[in-house]
C-alpha cells in the first residue's frame, strides 16, 4: 500500500539555522508529491509541489525541495529558519488518481 | 488566490445533536472536494470523497449515514455530523480542488473544531 514515512516527530533548531525534515515515499508509479504546512487550530497550508521535471522545487517562504527517486525521498529544507516557521510539517503523496496520504507530521520547534 | 473557507470555525453542542460544517472555495470553482478528520497530535484522515453533482465517496470504515456529506455546487460542500456524540469529537478539515487529477493541488480550510458534551 501506498504510504508516507515522517521519521522524525520533532526537530529543535535554533533562529538562523537550516533546516532539513526527511520525508519516504512508498509508491510504484511516478509520485505527485507535497509538503504543506499547519499551524496549531488551523488548515494546512501548500508550501510547494513535485510532479514531474526538475527534481528541485522551490516553494513559498523560502522552502524547496528534492525529489529522489533513488533513495524514494522528498526532504525538505530551508537555509535559515525563522522563529514564524515553528508549525507542524506534512508531507503528502497523491494516490488512486487525487487522493492525499499524508505523514504523521514534524512539529518544527525554533529557538531563539 | 485558491481560497477556502469553512466554517464554523468552532462547534461545542450537546450530544445527539446534528452538526453542519460548510466549506466553500472563494475564487475558484472546486470539481472535487474532500473532508479529512484529525485526531490530536496526529496526521489528517481522509473521511469521503465529492464531486459536484453527485454522492459522495466514503473511505472505508467511514459511516456514511452518520456522516453526510452534501456538494451541490462548484463552491460549496457540507458535512453533517448526525446525532453526534463525544467520540465524533474532533477537529474536521475540508479541501478543494480546481479538477478530478492528482496533479491539481489541494486547497484547505482553516477547520472546524468540533466538540461534543
Known amino acids: 500500500a501506498q504510504s508516507v514515512t515522517q521519521p522524525d516527530i520533532h526537530i529543535t533548531v535554533s533562529e538562523g539555522a537550516s533546516l532539513e525534515l526527511r520525508c519516504n515515499y512508498s509508491?510504484?508509479?511516478?509520485?505527485?508529491l507535497f509538503w504543506y504546512v499547519q499551524s496549531p487550530g488551523q488548515g494546512l497550508q501548500l508550501l510547494l509541489k513535485?510532479?514531474?521535471?526538475?527534481?528541485l522545487v522551490q516553494g513559498i517562504k523560502g522552502f524547496e525541495a528534492e525529489f529522489k527517486r533513488s533513495q524514494s525521498s522528498f526532504n525538505l529544507r530551508k537555509p535559515s529558519v525563522h522563529w514564524s516557521d515553528a508549525a507542524e510539517y506534512f508531507c503528502?503523496?497523491?494516490?488512486?488518481?487525487?487522493?492525499?496520504?499524508f505523514g504523521a507530521g514534524t512539529i518544527l520547534r525554533v529557538k531563539s | 488566490g485558491a481560497v477556502v473557507s469553512q466554517h464554523p470555525s468552532w462547534v461545542i453542542c450537546k450530544s445527539g445533536t446534528s452538526v453542519k460544517i460548510e466549506c466553500r472555495s472563494l475564487d475558484f470553482q472546486a470539481t472535487t472536494m474532500f473532508w479529512y478528520r484529525q485526531f490530536p497530535k496526529q496526521s489528517l484522515m481522509l473521511m469521503a470523497t465529492?464531486?459536484?453533482?453527485?454522492?459522495?465517496?466514503?473511505e472505508q470504515g467511514v459511516e456514511k449515514d452518520k456522516f453526510l456529506i452534501n456538494h451541490a455546487s462548484l463552491t460549496l460542500s457540507t458535512l453533517t455530523v448526525t446525532s453526534a456524540h463525544p467520540e465524533d469529537s474532533s477537529f474536521y478539515i475540508c479541501?478543494?480542488?480546481?479538477?478530478?487529477?492528482?496533479?491539481?493541488?489541494?486547497?484547505f480550510g482553516d477547520g472546524t473544531r468540533l466538540s461534543i458534551l
Open positions: 465529492s464531486n459536484e453533482g453527485s454522492k459522495a465517496t466514503y
Open positions: 479541501s478543494a480542488s480546481p479538477g478530478h487529477t492528482g496533479n491539481q493541488p489541494q486547497h
Open positions: 513535485y510532479f514531474s521535471g526538475d527534481t
Open positions: 503528502a503523496v497523491v494516490v488512486n488518481g487525487n487522493k492525499l496520504v
Open positions: 509508491y510504484g508509479a511516478t509520485p505527485y
